[in-house]
């Protein structure tokens, strides 16, 4: 939990430089850190596409090899998006640890217009695609929770 605790503080430290409060990292199969993220795509100058999982994926793509990301885990404060996904199954991570689902995020921001929610869990994506993405989550929801807690008024 401890890795998946780490991501939730990058969240809050994205939330306090103003940011939408998510965060990922990626981590190797021995626990190294190889990359980290927060959110950076809230208006009017962030870029829409900047989900933290996506640019910690990015990220950990231009470090390491197919056949090294294969070995390695994404853990996120907050389940990926289909947008983010995609990303995670094409610079192929093997695994993703999440702590806050979909489902839960939406009842957080309701219909807040920065954060449209698909209703379109990550396994669902994952499960069309060549290969196999291990998925572990929820996980400690309630913790994640408080990153958003106040944020989407």
């Given at each position: 939990?401890?890795?998946?605790?780490?991501?939730?503080?990058?969240?809050?430290?994205?939330?306090?430089?103003?940011?939408?409060?998510?965060?990922?990292?990626?981590?190797?199969?021995?626990?190294?850190?190889?990359?980290?993220?927060?959110?950076?795509?809230?208006?009017?100058?962030?870029?829409?596409?900047?989900?933290?999982?996506?640019?910690?994926?990015?990220?950990?793509?231009?470090?390491?090899s197919?056949?090294?990301?294969?070995?390695?885990?994404?853990?996120?404060?907050?389940?990926?998006?289909?947008?983010?996904?995609?990303?995670i199954?094409?610079?192929?991570?093997?695994?993703?640890?999440?702590?806050?689902?979909?489902?839960?995020?939406l009842?957080?921001?309701?219909?807040?217009?920065?954060?449209?929610?698909?209703?379109?869990?990550?396994?669902?994506?994952?499960?069309?695609?060549?290969?196999?993405?291990?998925?572990?989550?929820?996980?400690?929801?309630?913790?994640?929770?408080?990153?958003?807690?106040?944020?989407?008024?």
């Open positions: 939990m401890a890795l998946l605790r780490q991501a939730i503080a990058v969240a809050d430290d994205a939330r306090r430089r103003g940011r939408h409060p998510f965060g990922a990292l990626v981590a190797d199969e021995h626990g190294n850190v190889i990359a980290s993220a927060g959110n950076n795509s809230m208006p009017p100058e962030g870029d829409p596409t900047q989900h933290a999982e996506l640019a910690a994926a990015a990220a950990a793509a231009r470090i390491l197919p056949e090294q990301l294969a070995r390695c885990t994404l853990y996120t404060s907050a389940e990926p998006c289909c947008m983010c996904s995609g990303a199954y094409w610079c192929n991570i093997g695994r993703v640890v999440y702590a806050l689902s979909e489902h839960h995020l009842t957080l921001t309701g219909d807040h217009p920065e954060n449209p929610t698909f209703s379109l869990p990550c396994r669902e994506v994952f499960v069309r695609g060549q290969r196999q993405i291990d998925v572990h989550g929820p996980l400690i929801e309630d913790e994640a929770a408080q990153s958003h807690i106040g944020f989407w008024g």
